[in-house]
């Protein structure tokens, strides 16, 4: 039986009745598409599992949706007449959801009631519907996966990928048929300066990093692409071609680029990997620290190899600040329990000598500052302390960082060697008469406001003035006008490079 996964880009121009002559810049992809389209046909699959970068995405975790039909339109784009509506293949869709549950990976199921409580819809997005109509031109007799990857490390997409691998093999072990990937996505949106975004030379070098990735045959490129690289090419697709390399872990395939180009500042690439009769590397284990590929084809181990040398890596610079908090955390995350520094093995070579000495007879207010993926994961604090010494302090906040923000939910074990975590050790703050008196590099600030209060820290990425540090302390503190107090403080941070 042939397995495939197909590379499919989503640009809605490039439909004649939205983009008119100017499709005609794209031909090379609309040549791709329709090659793509006439393999379906070729194919015949009973359901086609679409991965998208434009459904219903959440930052921690993947979304399928769980509704029998779903329907959408390009009425967005100006053209509500050009529709579809596909029945969904729940049970599929529901084996893959209670497979990335049952291996601690974030997943929603979502339907059109959770969307309303959510204040969105679950349709289909034009991620889903460009491959759609190229695909319908020469085949519509199938059902439908959807699936939209969240904002989660790239590793975990190829462990989902094979995941949904693996639940495919059961599926047709119990109703042989064929099912067909679609992983769709566009490259960067930064090739030319009168694209959507501006240019980045970093956009040119994106593409082509994903591009020759499909023709070696080499997703670990990609997953070692470090996060700001990715930012500023700009793209939609990485996590859904990603999973669709994971899709064929453990797999002896064959790779084609069918066109790649970016006539309107967005790169679009055609392609696909398939195999006949390939050799399948199951990885059904407990969750995403102890998956285990068992031949040689699978990049299971590898990649958990590359996990575990980003956190040592990480780990060995770390000073004991940002050691205790981590230790916090983790013994928290697995126990939930507070992490006991005397009854911990081996502290006396965890920390530093004359730490913990030091530390247990000082206090001052401690923020825990925690990000994962460059992103925000989570920070609490304190202005002034609030136990009997630093090294309470800096647990009972890291505890409260990494389980008690109410912007985020809990952490949770699997994301643990994705953590980057700093501490901020606070002077005591002062009041000041005016905002002339605060520099955002060298003092954080405290707005007050009867019993209103809201506090930025200082040296912030993305704070570039006074008025912005003045006005996000406001705005935390939920203050909207009037007069307000002001203090400012001094901090010592704790993080490495």
């Known amino acids: 039986m042939n397995i495939n996964v197909f590379f499919m880009p989503h640009p809605p121009i490039i439909l004649d009745a939205i983009g008119g002559d100017e499709r005609e810049k794209a031909r090379c992809t609309i040549e791709g598409m329709i090659m793509l389209g006439k393999k379906v046909s070729k194919i015949k699959p009973e359901t086609i599992v679409f991965i998208t970068p434009h459904g219903n995405s959440f930052s921690n975790g993947t979304c399928i949706l769980g509704d029998e039909v779903l329907k959408g339109d390009f009425a967005q784009f100006g053209h509500s007449e050009i529709n579809f509506e596909k029945k969904v293949n729940t049970k599929l869709s529901n084996m893959i959801y209670d497979c990335f549950e049952a291996r601690n990976f974030i997943c929603v199921m979502m339907d059109k009631q959770l969307a309303e409580s959510y204040n969105i819809k679950a349709n289909l997005d034009h991620g889903v519907m460009v491959p759609m109509y190229f695909i319908d031109q020469f085949y519509t007799n199938y059902n439908i996966v959807h699936i939209t990857p969240g904002n989660t490390p790239l590793e975990e997409n190829y462990f989902l990928g094979k995941l949904v691998k693996d639940m495919v093999d059961e599926y047709t072990n119990e109703n042989p048929t064929k099912i067909l990937i679609v992983a769709s996505g566009d490259l960067s949106h930064a090739l030319l300066d009168s694209g959507p975004y501006a240019y980045n030379e970093n956009g040119h070098m994106f593409d082509k990093t994903v591009k020759n990735s499909i023709i070696n045959k080499e997703p670990l490129t990609l997953l070692q692409l470090n996060h700001k690289f990715i930012e500023e090419a700009a793209q939609c697709g990485l996590r859904s071609f990603i999973m669709g390399f994971g899709y064929f872990d453990g797999l002896k395939y064959e790779s084609k680029v069918i066109s790649y180009e970016g006539p309107f500042?967005?790169?679009?690439?055609?392609?696909?990997?398939?195999?006949?009769?390939?050799?399948?590397?199951?990885?059904?284990?407990?969750?995403?620290?102890?998956?285990?590929?068992?031949?040689?084809?699978?990049?299971?181990?590898?990649?958990?190899?590359?996990?575990?040398?980003?956190?040592?890596?990480?780990?060995?610079?770390?000073?004991?600040?940002?050691?205790?908090?981590?230790?916090?955390?983790?013994?928290?995350?697995?126990?939930?329990?507070?992490?006991?520094?005397?009854?911990?093995?081996?502290?006396?070579?965890?920390?530093?000598?004359?730490?913990?000495?030091?530390?247990?007879?000082?206090?001052?207010?401690?923020?825990?500052?925690?990000?994962?993926?460059?992103?925000?994961?989570?920070?609490i604090g304190t202005t002034e302390p609030t136990s009997p010494n630093l090294v309470d302090e800096i647990i009972y906040n890291a505890i409260s960082a990494c389980s008690s923000d109410p912007r985020f939910h809990p952490v949770e074990v699997d994301e643990l060697k994705d953590l980057e975590i700093s501490v901020d050790i606070l002077s005591p703050y002062e009041s000041i008469d005016s905002m002339n008196e605060l520099n955002i590099n060298k003092y954080g600030v405290i707005v007050e406001q009867g019993f209103k209060r809201g506090l930025l820290l200082p040296n912030l990425d993305g704070i570039n003035s006074v008025d912005e540090q003045v006005s996000i302390a406001k705005q935390k503190a939920g203050i909207v006008s009037g007069k307000i107090k002001l203090y400012r403080f001094e901090v010592v941070r704790h993080e490495i490079d």
């Open 265 to 379: 500042g967005v790169g679009y690439l055609t392609g696909f990997l398939e195999c006949a009769n390939g050799i399948v590397s199951h990885s059904l284990t407990n969750n995403r620290g102890e998956l285990k590929g068992n031949t040689d084809l699978s990049h299971i181990d590898t990649i958990q190899g590359i996990i575990n040398n980003r956190y040592n890596q990480r780990i060995v610079k770390e000073d004991d600040y940002i050691k205790l908090a981590r230790k916090s955390i983790e013994h928290y995350v697995h126990q939930h329990t507070k992490f006991d520094v005397k009854k911990a093995e081996h502290h006396d070579e965890i920390f530093s000598k004359g730490f913990l000495d030091e530390a247990m007879h000082k206090r001052a207010g401690a923020f825990i500052s925690i990000h994962k993926e460059d992103k925000l994961r989570g920070c």
